[in-house]
């Protein structure tokens, strides 16, 4: 199924929020996402509702991912199916948040280690270099170095 619709096409790399699965109204699950909103003024959540539990299975009741880092939300994803496979504990402790982080950097470093293996086989894919980008200043010209360290200004040479 194509969807052609910008706001409910998956992107990948999109930075989220929060995610959240779990139980929802009327014998439903949930899986919510909250991101930033196209335009960047507002934050929009999209849900999307599943079949719900069966009867008489107990257990987690729902998994609430925040975004505290950059994340992506493939790497969401990653950690809320995770968190899904694990076995329920109803227990919480402060290591849980570093628990995901370090899951999250893992995967981070997985993944440049394979994209990196990955060129080194393969020298044909890796892409071209970026040209070095040269300011060309007008005849007469040049920059001028100012008393605020770092700043320079353009001057014309006499």
Do not use: H, W
Not at 45 to 60: F, I, K, W
Not at 84 to 113: H, T, W, Y
Not at 120 to 142: A, D, I, T
Request: overall charge positive; glycine content about 10%.
């Amino acid at each position: 199924m194509n969807i052609l619709v910008p706001k409910y096409r998956r992107n990948p790399n999109e930075k989220i929020e929060s995610l959240y699965y779990g139980v929802a109204p009327g014998n439903r699950t949930v899986t919510s996402v909250v991101r930033r909103s196209q335009d960047g003024n507002r934050m929009e959540a999209t849900r999307t509702y599943s079949e719900g539990l069966p009867r008489g299975v107990g257990g987690q009741v729902g998994v609430l991912v925040l975004g505290g880092m950059e994340t992506t939300l493939d790497e969401m994803e990653y950690i809320l199916e995770a968190r899904r496979q694990k076995k329920f504990q109803p227990r919480r402790s402060v290591g849980d948040i570093m628990a995901m982080c370090r899951l999250v950097a893992e995967r981070r470093n997985e993944l440049i280690e394979a994209g990196r293996k990955y060129l080194k086989g393969n020298p044909s894919e890796r892409p071209p270099p970026r040209p070095k980008r040269v300011l060309l200043l007008p005849v007469g010209y040049k920059m001028v170095a100012t008393s605020e360290p770092g700043l320079k200004v353009l001057a014309r040479s006499a």
